[in-house]
Structures are given as C-alpha cells and as structure tokens.
C-alpha cells in the first residue's frame, strides 16, 4: 500500500515562493503518474500539476502555468512542486496524488493514492 506524505506549507507573503514535497513508502512510485491538487476555502479540490511517470509529460492548471514547476525523483520516491510568485488566492490546503497508470488526468476521482494535505497560506 503506497503512502504519501507532503510537508513544506506554512504561511508566506504574496510574491514569495515555496516549494513542496510528496515523499511516498510502501512502494515504488517510479511507474506512477503523479499530480498535485489544492482545495481552497469554501471550493472543490481541483488539479493543480500533473507529471508522467518518466517525467517527460508535465502540464499545469491555467492558474498556474509558468509560476508553479512539478518535479519528481523516482530514486528518492519524492514530488516537489515548486511554487513562485505566489498569490493570495494560491491560498489552500495542497495534496500529492498517484495514478497507476503513468499518466496523469486533471480529474481527481482517476488517482488510487492521496496524501493528507499541507497548508499554505499567501498574506498580502
């Protein structure tokens, strides 16, 4: 049974950057594909980036594209997500996910694995 944990969220200031990390056990990861969603206040949890399982394939939600950078290392069984000029509606509670796959969709009811979330919150 794969197990993810996230950590690195905390509180920071608009503008700023911060970067998150999935760290998975119980098994390897190397052929998943991975994904990172948030769940802001009072909204669904939605798609944030997705990476395949050789890392070649990455793509990320409109909100995020060319400020966020999703990276994984299948040796280390770890998911970064890379977070920079971060903006107070990047406010949520951010999950890593993994798919059997390989390949990663935008919807969240196609991942077997879910992490239990860490916080960031963006004060202007």
Sequence with gaps: QVQLVESGGGLVRDGD????????????ISSFGMAWFRQRPGRDREFVAGLSSSGKSEFYAESVEGRFTIVRDN?????????TMLKSDDTANYYCAAERTGWPTRRRDEYDWWGQGTQVTVST
């Design 17 to 28: 950057s911060m970067r998150l990390t999935c760290v998975a056990s119980g098994g390897s």
């Design 75 to 83: 040796s280390k069984s770890t998911l970064d997500l890379h977070m």
